[in-house]
């Protein structure tokens, strides 16, 4: 069995998290998105088949040829015109059944098992709000339709991006969307009016990542799924410092600081600080008497920024990668 792992893409949504660095290497709970997927599929398959685009050399060498005991194979999306056009890429590479992943969220290996146990199948998931997904209409548990983005309901199985598929789907052409990108559920539905395609309910076994907050909230996830408080790699954590629902990367230093429901990634040094709700990025180094505010989302900063002595942080504000603050500046919501 083959996977096709989706993950070309510039991921603008989650700037500036993904100027520096591909939205799949970013890391909740200490790991990097792909790699859980990459060990999620151990057991299932002998190969995966990485789609790569934007700082494919920061993918291919994190991973290398191999990993988790499973064959690596890269193919370059030149131009990322959907997921259609993605999997154009791989139509030499696969074999005849094979899986189709997104890199950039999360999956879960029982709800991937259960759709082997199907010809074809796609994961679903009971959401609040479809009108943020494209959504399958499904019928008798099998495909019957799918709306993107519906302004009215039709039907609340959002599309998680898990697929299983065979090389039919190559004979089912995507015609391109409104937003000019061809895209493979537009193959999945045409192949759906031949042959029945199981719609499999994830039950919680998929962590879709869409905005920085996602991030935040795939953390929080699988802190619960581990059962941890925090996640703590090889970093300096003092005792005067007050850490809660946090990942906290390596080579980190984090003195007399208060900090909860946040994402630190590696190298990022804190001092006498009070942050939640934030992500932030690799090398960062925040000063004595920052407070980063928060209102549902704290602050998003980008890689190697340097936050001066005493600055307040308004909600929502996103600082792009090597910005230096003056110290004690206030930064409102409307500036970056």
Same mark, same amino acid.
């Given at each position: ?27 909740? *709970?200490? @790991?990097?998105i !792909? ?5 999620? $599929? &151990?057991?299932? +398959? =002998? ?8 700082k494919?050399d ?47 969220d999360?999956?879960?290996?029982? *709800?991937? @098992?259960?759709? !082997? ?5 796609? $994961? &679903?998931?009971? +959401? =609040? ?88 909230n ?6 619960e ?26 080579g ?54 340097f ?30």
């Amino acid at each position: 069995m083959q996977a096709v792992i989706l993950t070309a893409g510039k991921s603008t949504r989650t700037y500036p998290l993904t100027l520096t660095q591909p939205k799949a290497l970013i890391k909740v *709970a200490n @790991k990097p998105i !792909l790699q859980r997927n990459i060990e999620q $599929l &151990a057991g299932l +398959v =002998e190969e995966i088949i990485l789609i790569v685009g934007y700082k494919a050399d920061m993918i291919k060498n994190y991973f290398g040829n191999e990993f988790a005991g499973i064959k690596l194979k890269y193919i370059e999306q030149k131009e990322q015109l959907g997921t259609g056009h993605a999997m154009m890429q791989v139509k030499d590479h696969v074999q005849d059944r094979f899986l189709v992943l997104m890199g950039d969220d999360i999956y879960m290996h029982d *709800a991937i @098992k259960k759709c !082997l146990d199907h010809k074809y199948a796609v $994961l &679903a998931e009971y +959401v =609040e709000d479809p009108s943020r997904f494209g959504v399958f209409i499904s019928e008798n548990g099998f495909v019957n339709g799918f709306v993107e983005k519906p302004k009215e309901f039709v039907s609340d199985l959002a599309n998680t991006g898990l697929y299983l598929l065979d090389k039919k789907i190559f004979d089912e052409h995507a015609e391109k969307s409104e937003r000019g990108e061809y895209e493979l559920t537009d193959s999945v539905l045409k192949l759906s009016k031949k042959e029945k395609v199981s719609c499999i309910e994830a039950k919680d076994s998929w962590i879709s990542i869409g905005y920085p907050k996602d991030i935040l909230n795939a953390n929080k996830k699988l802190l619960e799924f581990s059962k941890q408080e925090n996640s703590i790699g090889k970093s300096e954590v003092d005792d005067e410092s007050k850490v809660s629902g946090c990942s906290i990367g390596n080579g980190c230093k984090i003195k007399n600081s208060v900090m909860r429901n946040c994402v630190i990634l590696d190298n990022v040094k804190i001092e006498g600080s009070v942050i939640t709700n934030s992500v932030i990025g690799n090398g960062v180094i925040i000063s004595k008497g920052t407070k980063i505010l928060e209102n549902g989302l704290g602050a998003v900063i980008g890689d190697n920024c340097f936050i001066e002595e005493k600055n307040v942080i308004h909600p929502g504000i996103k600082i792009w990668p090597g910005k230096k603050t003056e110290k004690g500046e206030v930064i409102p919501e409307d500036k970056t």
